[in-house]
């Protein structure tokens, strides 16, 4: 952008001239523009409607739970659905379809419970960040909790054999031991792709996840069919279970809130027993001296206590006043004929020679 400014003052005169002011801009990259959008979020969306258990919701729970429990009827009483699975089964789609074989085993890694989990915690954990809240990261928590409660439970307690480790041809293999109805991919791909639906932030993002996590789970459980690891039954029990705890989470929301409040008041706490200053030392009762009673010969002794270390204890003289002592050990003899300084001395004869004549 080039500015021209045509006059300028010079003391009483104007004399025209052309300045050009050039300013530069950085160039913004998209990374930039995305931050920059999301700083204009605000922080704690205040439009957020917190799910409630409706009337609506209350049919949808109890008209999933009845087909729920119609499915396993029709398994235990070995009728059509059962025969449904042989027919499936003796099909063979992974013979059928070999060359979609290497993208369905990559696919179905989207139901598994592990790798999903660590993908919607990432995200939800970077919505709860940015929102100031732990909601998100709390919902994922209780819908998995759940989920593996109920699923697992229904497991364990039916103990139905895969299409792998079936016995008989044309039984429900019932009560052997298994562990795959319901399907516990297709349930967790429900759940796990549906709880980004459930805490969408406007209706419109709702919809569109709501279709993604319908289509996702329904491609999963399709995938588990055609590598023949559960019958398709196991499959519309496992989307049903998925929908269940989906529809059920709403009576959930009181007490992950309650945590949410129980979270942030032990973090205010901590934080407020880190700021705390230090507790003070107690202060020193001070000590006394005594008045001085003694008589006086008993100074130099009080004050030879109070002598630093590094000095000898008792009195001390000047060195003009201290008596010469030889070494212990020194190698010089000793002179008997010298006599010490600042005394008066007799002049010695001289030796050899007699009086003067």
Same mark, same amino acid.
């Given at each position: 952008?080039?500015?021209?400014?045509?006059?300028?003052?010079?003391?009483?005169?104007?004399?025209?001239?052309?300045?050009?002011?050039? #300013?530069?801009?950085?160039?913004?990259?998209?990374?930039?523009?995305?931050?920059?959008?999301?700083? !204009?979020?605000?922080?704690?969306?205040?439009?957020?409607? *917190?799910?409630?258990?409706?009337?609506?919701?209350?049919?949808?729970?109890?008209?999933?739970?009845?087909?729920?429990?119609?499915?396993?009827?029709? =398994? =235990? &009483?070995?009728?059509?659905?059962? !025969?449904?699975?042989?027919?499936?089964?003796?099909?063979?789609?992974?013979?059928?379809?070999?060359?979609?074989?290497?993208?369905?085993?990559?696919?179905?890694?989207?139901?598994?419970?592990?790798?999903?989990?660590?993908? *919607?915690?990432?995200?939800?954990?970077?919505?709860?960040?940015?929102?100031?809240?732990?909601?998100?990261?709390?919902?994922?928590?209780?819908?998995?909790?759940?989920?593996?409660?109920?699923?697992?439970?229904?497991?364990?307690?039916?103990?139905?054999?895969?299409?792998?480790?079936?016995?008989?041809?044309?039984?429900?293999?019932?009560?052997?031991?298994?562990? &795959?109805?319901? $399907?516990?991919?297709?349930?967790?791909?429900?759940?796990?792709?549906? &709880?980004?639906?459930?805490?969408?932030?406007?209706? !419109?993002?709702?919809?569109?996840?709501?279709?993604?996590?319908?289509?996702?789970?329904?491609?999963?459980?399709?995938?588990?069919?055609?590598?023949?690891?559960?019958?398709?039954?196991?499959?519309?029990?496992?989307?049903?279970?998925?929908?269940?705890?989906?529809?059920?989470?709403?009576?959930?929301?009181?007490?992950?809130? #309650?945590?949410?409040?129980?979270?942030?008041?032990?973090?205010?706490?901590?934080?407020?027993?880190?700021?705390?200053?230090? %507790?003070?030392? %107690?202060?020193?009762?001070?000590?006394?001296?005594? %008045? !001085?009673?003694?008589?006086?010969?008993?100074?130099?002794?009080?004050?030879?206590?109070?002598?630093?270390?590094?000095?000898?204890?008792?009195?001390?003289?000047? #060195?003009?006043?201290?008596?010469?002592?030889?070494?212990?050990?020194?190698?010089?003899? %000793?002179? $008997?004929?010298?006599?010490?300084?600042?005394?008066? $001395?007799?002049?010695?004869?001289?030796?050899?020679?007699?009086?003067? $004549?």
């Amino acid at each position: 952008m080039v500015i021209t400014k045509p006059w300028i003052r010079q003391g009483t005169e104007l004399t025209r001239c052309n300045v050009d002011w050039v #300013r530069t801009e950085r160039n913004l990259t998209r990374l930039d523009r995305v931050f920059a959008r999301l700083d !204009r979020e605000p922080e704690r969306p205040a439009h957020i409607d *917190v799910p409630k258990m409706s009337r609506h919701r209350v049919a949808l729970l109890a008209g999933t739970l009845a087909f729920y429990l119609a499915i396993v009827w029709l =398994v =235990v &009483i070995t009728s059509w659905l059962v !025969r449904l699975d042989w027919q499936v089964m003796f099909f063979r789609p992974y013979q059928q379809w070999a060359g979609i074989h290497w993208f369905v085993d990559y696919y179905v890694v989207l139901g598994q419970r592990g790798p999903t989990a660590v993908m *919607v915690a990432a995200w939800l954990g970077w919505r709860s960040w940015r929102q100031h809240t732990l909601r998100p990261l709390l919902t994922l928590g209780a819908s998995l909790l759940l989920l593996n409660i109920t699923v697992g439970a229904a497991k364990l307690g039916m103990g139905r054999l895969g299409p792998h480790y079936a016995t008989t041809v044309g039984s429900n293999e019932m009560g052997l031991g298994g562990d &795959i109805f319901p $399907s516990g991919h297709t349930a967790n791909a429900v759940v796990t792709w549906g &709880i980004l639906a459930y805490l969408a932030s406007t209706p !419109r993002a709702r919809r569109w996840l709501s279709a993604v996590s319908a289509v996702t789970s329904l491609g999963v459980g399709m995938a588990t069919v055609y590598l023949g690891t559960h019958w398709l039954s196991d499959v519309l029990l496992g989307w049903t279970a998925g929908l269940l705890v989906l529809l059920a989470l709403p009576w959930c929301e009181p007490l992950i809130a #309650r945590a949410e409040t129980g979270i942030f008041d032990l973090r205010d706490r901590w934080r407020a027993r880190r700021r705390a200053p230090a %507790p003070l030392s %107690p202060v020193e009762t001070p000590v006394r001296l005594k %008045p !001085r009673t003694t008589a006086p010969q008993n100074e130099t002794a009080a004050r030879s206590a109070r002598a630093p270390v590094y000095l000898a204890p008792g009195p001390h003289t000047a #060195r003009s006043e201290r008596t010469p002592v030889t070494p212990v050990g020194s190698r010089r003899p %000793p002179h $008997s004929d010298r006599v010490p300084r600042g005394t008066n $001395s007799t002049a010695r004869p001289l030796t050899g020679g007699g009086p003067p $004549s």
